[in-house]
């Protein structure tokens, strides 16, 4: 490691070394080519020409010898398994945001002006420090299930619960389709803390003035929130509810760490894993890469346009 | 000296806090089902770790046959669970995984920090034929899914004899970081004031003094702010891990997750290996925050 940081520091030490020798207006082009050309080589090499190569992959067959069309695409919209994997994948990227939002911006409310708000929000927050495999394993412990004999003690909290309110324990993460709602809760539970702390910020940008004349002319809080603070956190709002959705659309390490994508609960982006380095079947891993790809730009168009228009205002 | 003395914003998507704003104190919701809800959610969002870190102190045999509720009523302290975690050697040893995050964190959070600090210089500063039209492809590379990278880029690697060393997981890492970074850092060095430059190039600095002299002294909180984004980002990533580094040099987060898929009821390990994978990520967070907070309103969430 050493050694690499040394090599490294060897590299933009001669950058900044060669920089300083240009000056002037004809020195402003060789700078920027100098500054930029690490940069440049990295992403063409690393990005942008793995990139393309997959795309062209994603119509060739499983060990991208032969042309296929685009045979890979019609397995992704056809076959059993595949189309299980996409309605997954949907049901992630719609429930994920707009709860994760929605808790976000309830508590967001709730604590605002409290008196331990910096300590109420950081319980909110911490969790987007621990990593998804942490936050999975948090989870399967909640969820984990024993046999319900006697003299055998559940270990697990919702199987407690369930006990102690004179229920039978049950196998959370194998029962399909609710299992997948079950790893839902886990990114839920990730992002809250993301959507809290931004929305936050927008309701105390909001200006004090409005909140004021508001209450003047006696608006109730549902009133408040739903034509005073929501219209102003609106842009807020459209970023958070993206962003959530674009990182949901990836995950990954939530199903692998805690199902392996097995009882119906995989996703594109651990289909893609199994697909690409389990099942070596590099063209249809490659179409559910391209896939990915496809689903985000959309979201990201939205999210542009949002920006824009809030700004023409 | 004092660096800091000009403030860096950032160009969030919402403004920053209006201070005096003790009008609406009034107006918030006092009910106690407001609080009650309130408590509820904390609760929720802290339960959970906190089971599992009471678990991770409990002796194994307790772990197996109650649950860790039973802590309260008949305490019993072991820190067995993180000896046999942390220890270098052994079936269930994790502690060469922890230098493993490590070794790959550091440079995978400084290089991408420096080329992107360099890009981002040029970006905001220099002009040149051609940087607005490189600046939006570098804008608009964010978006691609690292997915669609892994396998070429994998062959790659093995065709130059990269593949299984930690060169591969630094350079994808880097590289992978780089447009989030530059954009985000480009957005922070717009915010000084042009006349600092100007004033520095008329006593006659070139490009590469005034992009260490003036410049990042005041952009320390920027850089700050990334590079805690991107410490999170490699510490508690597992898809890189798992593609380049393999299970020779894997990070604590791969090695936890092969754990998990082996011994999927080892709760005395699986519990001590997930704190142990935690705790460093949270100290960072924790004595970081203020950085990280203004990075995320700056819009520097990677997907």
Avoid: C
């Avoid at chain 1, 194998?174 to 839920?188: A, G």
């Avoid at chain 1, 034509?227 to 958070?240: G, K, M, N, Q």
């Avoid at chain 1, 949901?248 to 009882?263: A, E, P, S």
Wanted: proline share 6%; charged share 10%.
């Amino acid at each position: 490691m050493l050694i690499a940081i040394a090599i490294f520091a060897a590299i933009v030490g001669s950058i900044l070394a060669i920089a300083s020798r240009f000056g002037g207006k004809r020195g402003d082009r060789w700078v920027a080519a100098l500054f930029l050309l690490p940069v440049a080589l990295m992403l063409s090499v690393g990005l942008i020409y793995p990139g393309v190569l997959t795309m062209i992959n994603s119509f060739f067959d499983a060990h991208g010898d032969a042309f296929v069309g685009v045979d890979n695409y019609k397995t992704i919209f056809t076959s059993d398994d595949e189309i299980n994997v996409l309605i997954n994948t949907v049901i992630w990227v719609l429930v994920t945001p707009f709860v994760a939002t929605g808790v976000g911006l309830l508590y967001a409310i709730l604590v605002d002006k409290a008196r331990i708000e910096a300590f109420a929000k950081a319980v909110i927050f911490l969790p987007m420090a621990i990593s998804l495999v942490g936050a999975s394993i948090i989870w399967r412990f909640v969820y984990t299930y024993r046999p319900d004999q006697p003299g055998v003690k559940q270990v697990g909290l919702l199987n407690q619960i369930l006990v102690w309110f004179g229920f039978e324990p049950r196998q959370w993460l194998l029962e399909s389709p609710l299992n997948t709602f079950f790893l839902v809760v886990v990114m839920i539970w990730i992002q809250a803390g993301f959507a809290m702390t931004v929305l936050s910020a927008a309701i105390k940008a909001i200006p004090d003035d409005v909140v004021e004349a508001a209450r003047l002319d006696g608006v109730s809080p549902w009133g408040m929130f739903r034509f005073v603070t929501l219209p102003s956190i609106r842009p807020a709002v459209v970023v958070v509810l993206t962003t959530i959705g674009i990182g949901t659309l990836k995950v990954f390490d939530i199903v692998r760490t805690m199902t392996n994508g097995n009882f119906k609960t995989n996703v594109v982006a651990n289909e893609f894993y199994t697909q690409t380095f389990r099942a070596d079947n590099q063209g249809l891993g490659a179409a559910l890469a391209v896939l990915l790809f496809i689903l985000v730009i959309p979201i990201v168009i939205y999210n542009i346009r949002q920006l824009r228009a809030s700004e023409a205002r | 000296m004092s660096t800091t003395s000009v403030p860096v914003t950032t160009t969030p998507p919402v403004a920053p806090p209006v201070a005096g704003a003790a009008a609406k104190a009034k107006t918030k919701l006092t009910s106690p089902w407001a609080s009650l809800v309130a408590i509820v959610i904390a609760l929720l969002w802290t339960i959970p770790t906190f089971g599992l870190a009471v678990t991770s102190i409990r002796p194994e045999d307790d772990i197996r046959t109650s649950g860790w509720w039973a802590f309260f009523t008949d305490p019993q302290i072991s820190f067995k669970n993180y000896e046999t975690v942390l220890a270098a050697k052994g079936a269930s040893a994790m502690g060469n995984f922890v230098v493993n995050s490590f070794i790959i964190v550091i440079p995978s959070v400084i290089i991408p920090v420096v080329l992107a600090t360099l890009a981002a210089y040029v970006f905001a500063w220099v002009k040149f034929p051609g940087r607005d039209v490189l600046f939006i492809v570098v804008f608009a590379l964010q978006i691609v899914p690292i997915q669609v990278t892994l396998l070429p880029l994998l062959k790659l690697y093995v065709k130059v004899d990269l593949a299984g060393t930690y060169w591969a997981v630094w350079l994808s890492h880097s590289t992978f970081a780089l447009p989030l970074a530059i954009f985000l850092l480009h957005n922070f060095m717009k915010e000084i004031p042009p006349g600092l430059l100007e004033a520095a190039r008329v006593d006659g600095a070139g490009h590469v003094s005034i992009f260490t002299r003036v410049l990042l002294p005041l952009l320390t909180p920027a850089l700050a702010a990334f590079g805690i984004f991107q410490f999170l980002w490699v510490w508690n990533d597992l898809l890189v891990a798992l593609t380049f580094a393999g299970n020779e040099l894997a990070p604590m987060t791969l090695a936890l997750a092969n754990l998990s898929g082996s011994r999927d009821q080892a709760w005395h390990l699986l519990s001590a290996g997930s704190f142990v994978a935690i705790i460093v990520p949270v100290i960072v967070f924790l004595s970081l925050q203020r950085y990280f907070v203004r990075g995320l309103l700056a819009g520097g969430l990677k997907g």
